[in-house]
């Protein structure tokens, strides 16, 4: 009998908590908390991202906006101007105008205001890769090696010492179209080296492997990813809590804040205090006007509206909400 009870009661106090923790819901809000470190002027509503890079293929004067291929392109440098072009917060195409070189390892020369518009066509910006420099190569060199027979004997047989360099180096430039100002200079490089030792160049390369060497595919990867953080304003996300179960207007405005339409669920709630039925439902509601304020950009009168609910109702997640609140506004 004791133990039928004891189930019981564990059952109702679940059975409650579930439904305390189901008049909740949270929404998620991001706000920008640094400019991007490449910031595009407030006209600028178009690039052009162009490969001026050298390149010993003789892939020359090719212009298809947004339709380069990888038989105009290099895989490595179209993946990497396409990722480019993904994290450009603006309208983003890209295009080949590259030069054949033997000597690959220079950067392409700064454009004059001429040439910037006559390759920008009707873009407002114009985004270069003026270098593009990748070396994955291993160095063979035999050197003697000292050994030892079974009786300890000193003896000199020749061996193989390999060296990998994998290597990308890359330079980016930005322009603005309409007055052919630099506006930044990105430069960005990746190397790693490995070393190992054998008898011959199998062994050689097969320690090497055993090291797991980067690829320029990798260092590709990484430079779109920096590319992308320095083209991004700072975002830091929130998690709001808001009460969904309640009176009709409570109901409402939880839709409403759901679905990011902070304005109607001010609509739902102002001027509905009286209508409620009972202190704790007064308390949700202001609750949620308290933060449908804040969050549609009325800072301080969301903080006001929470502060007066907190010191009427009292209640923890009111006193969380203002203190929220608070520190949010100050970032």
């Known amino acids: 009998m004791i133990k039928e009870t004891s ?37 600028v509503e178009s ?5 001026r890079s050298l390149d010993p293929n003789g892939v020359q004067d090719v212009f298809v906006s947004g339709k380069v291929t990888s038989a105009m392109l290099g895989w490595d440098r179209l993946r990497l101007m396409k990722a480019v072009s993904k994290a450009i917060p603006v309208l983003a195409d ?13 950067s392409r020369p700064q ?16 985004l270069c890769l003026d270098q593009f420099w990748e070396m994955d190569e291993t160095k063979m060199t035999v050197f ?12 000199v047989i020749d061996a193989m010492r390999g060296e990998k360099q994998v290597r990308l180096k890359v330079l980016w430039r930005l322009y603005d179209t309409t007055t052919g100002k630099l506006l930044n200079e990105i430069p960005q490089l990746r190397e790693e080296f490995y070393t190992a030792e054998g008898l011959d160049a199998t062994q050689v390369n097969t320690k090497i492997a055993s090291q797991k060497p980067a690829t320029i595919e990798q260092f590709r990867i990484d430079m779109a990813k920096s590319m992308k953080r320095e083209l991004s304003p700072r975002y830091h996300k929130s998690f709001w809590t808001y009460y969904r179960k309640g009176d009709r207007p409570i109901k409402r405005s939880a839709t409403c804040i759901r679905n990011g339409d902070f304005k109607r669920a001010i609509a739902q709630l102002e001027g509905k ?22 969050l549609s950009g009325m800072h301080q009168e969301g903080i006001k509206i929470a502060s007066h609910a907190k ?9 969380k909400l203002l203190q929220k609140m608070q520190n949010y506004a100050q970032r």
Not at 144 to 155: E, S, V
Not at 311 to 319: C, D, I, Q
């Open 311 to 319: 010191n009427k109702y009292g209640g923890r997640k009111l006193s």
């Open 273 to 294: 205090q009286e209508t409620v039925k009972n202190q704790k439902q007064r308390s949700r509601l202001e609750h949620n006007l308290a933060l449908a304020t804040f």
């Open 144 to 155: 003697p090696k000292h050994q030892l027979d079974a009786n300890g004997n000193d003896y």
């Open 47 to 51: 690039v052009l991202i162009m490969d």
């Open 7 to 43: 189930r019981m009661i564990a059952l109702l106090l679940t059975f409650i908590l579930t439904l305390s923790s189901c008049a909740t819901a949270s929404y998620q809000s991001s706000k920008a908390v640094g400019k991007a470190q490449i910031e595009l002027p407030s006209h």
């Open 94 to 106: 890209v295009s080949s105008d590259t030069e054949t070189a033997e000597d690959v390892t220079r």
């Open 111 to 126: 454009l004059s205001l001429a040439e910037i518009k006559s390759r920008a066509k009707d873009y407002d910006a114009l």
